[in-house]
């Protein structure tokens, strides 16, 4: 298990963005391009790096009031497409398609929020939606893109690429795969405990 992949396009969708600067850089020093939404777009082009719309990528824009942003099959696609199979890099490539290797994900802070004597309504609000796709994608499809699910894990990655630039192992991403199951369980966990007692 030492097949190693090298991440080309990062897909990058957070709410904190704390941490995250160091990390961007050193993918930009590598040649990543980067495909993010809303605030995370424009906090990566004032940093100075080009960054393409997700709503280019899908030519639809972030909708209902911002529920729905990076839930399209062109991103979805991109992340979830078997690099091995013929039947689905032609599909790729038909449907306009692109490859994300990297997924970079800081979920809406739902327990920080029941934490704070929030709303039901905003903190139902609070549960991501876009974002535990994406890290369930992401895992789902280690052997192809290395998933993120938090900002824990950016000094993980951030020692890899200092170590060797943007090469990724097969037990590297099943590793930040396991940590996004963990992530995924524990978001989901908390959730179900806040609607039993609510």
């Not at 839930?71 to 992340?79: A, D, N, S, V």
């Not at 490859?99 to 929030?118: C, M, R, S």
Request: hydrophobic share 40%; proline share 3%; aromatic share 8%.
């Amino acid at each position: 298990m030492s097949e190693t992949k090298r991440i080309k396009t990062a897909l990058v969708s957070v709410f904190h963005k704390d941490g995250l600067e160091e990390l961007l850089a050193q993918l930009h020093a590598e040649g990543v391009k980067f495909l993010s939404t809303g605030g995370t777009q424009q906090f990566i082009k004032s940093l100075g790096y080009p960054c393409q719309k997700v709503e280019d990528v899908t030519t639809y824009p972030s909708i209902l009031g911002g529920r729905v942003k990076t839930l399209h099959p062109k991103i979805f696609g991109g992340i979830l497409g078997r690099r091995e199979l013929a039947g689905d890099c032609e599909q790729m490539k038909q449907y306009d398609i692109p490859e994300i290797d990297l997924v970079i994900v800081d979920l809406y802070p739902f327990e920080q929020t029941v934490a704070d004597g929030a709303s039901a309504a905003d903190i139902i609000e609070k549960i991501d939606i876009g974002g535990i796709s994406l890290i369930r994608a992401g895992a789902k499809n280690f052997k192809d893109v290395v998933i993120i699910p938090s900002k824990a894990e950016y000094g993980l990655l951030r020692d890899i690429i200092s170590q060797r630039g943007a090469e990724t192992s097969l037990e590297e991403r099943r590793m930040f795969a396991t940590r996004a199951f963990g992530v995924s369980s524990h978001y989901d966990t908390a959730i179900h405990e806040w609607f039993a007692r609510s």
